[in-house]
């Protein structure tokens, strides 16, 4: 099976920040890498796919890069309604979720 | 309206039954693989099971194999997770999902539902 492992596992930042997440798969996935928002309470929401190609209406602040195993997403400026926890998947066998990156705010 | 609709959540004691059901509408069901995907309080997200377009294949995470059960109508644009032997560990929010395709470059979910809740307890 195939392993994600997302750093750091939570982190502050404040409004303007430039944040940066990085996924680390345990064998070789491609760009079968995905990314994803979730609120408390609220279902998850497709942030990025094939790990750099951004959903329809997702804001250009977020960009996705990698390719094999290490996959890094980036919030070029914080907003305030991008707290929220953060997971990468994989879709190269089966399907896994990173543990997820909790971004507060500082 | 695009949307799924999670139900059959509830309340089961250890090693109980129950089915979950998810009511597409809005897109072709017939034409995606759909995933359960599960979220213990206050945990991560996992994947549980899918299953292709026509029902011919699907597929679980370890911990349910042999207990739960993916399968779909598409004639009533369902999609369904029976679940036996239910565990404690099994206690989680349960969510329907639609998967969608870039052709070699990988799958994922472009839409979920709200989920339903489970909870396995005596």
């Known amino acids: 099976d195939i392993q994600m492992t997302q750093s750091p596992s939570a982190l502050s930042a404040s409004v303007g920040d430039r944040v940066t997440i990085t996924c680390r798969a345990s064998?070789?996935?491609?760009?079968?890498l995905s990314w994803y928002q979730q609120k408390p309470g609220k279902a998850p929401e497709l942030l990025i796919y094939a790990a750099s190609t951004l959903q329809s209406g997702v804001p250009s602040r977020f960009s996705g890069s990698g390719f094999g195993t290490d996959f890094t997403l980036t919030i070029s400026s914080l907003q305030p309604e991008d707290f929220a926890t953060y997971y990468c998947q994989q879709s190269y066998s089966t399907r896994t979720f990173g543990q997820g990156t909790k971004v507060e705010i500082k | 309206e695009v949307q799924l609709v999670e139900s059959g959540g509830g309340l089961v004691q250890p090693g109980g039954s129950l089915r979950l059901s998810c009511a597409a509408s809005g897109f072709t069901f017939s034409s995606y693989w759909m995933s359960w995907v599960r979220q213990a309080p206050g945990k991560g997200l996992e994947w549980v099971a899918n299953?292709?377009?026509?029902?011919?294949?699907?597929y679980y995470v370890d911990s349910v194999k042999g207990r739960f059960t993916i399968s779909r109508d598409n004639a009533k644009n369902s999609l369904y997770l029976q679940m036996n032997s239910l565990r404690a560990e099994d206690t989680a929010v349960y969510y329907c999902a639609r998967e969608n395709a870039v052709t070699n470059m990988g799958w994922y979910f472009d839409l979920w539902g709200r989920g339903t809740l489970v909870t396995v307890s005596s």
């Open positions: 064998q070789t996935i491609s760009t079968y």
């Open positions: 299953i292709k377009q026509d029902g011919t294949e699907n």
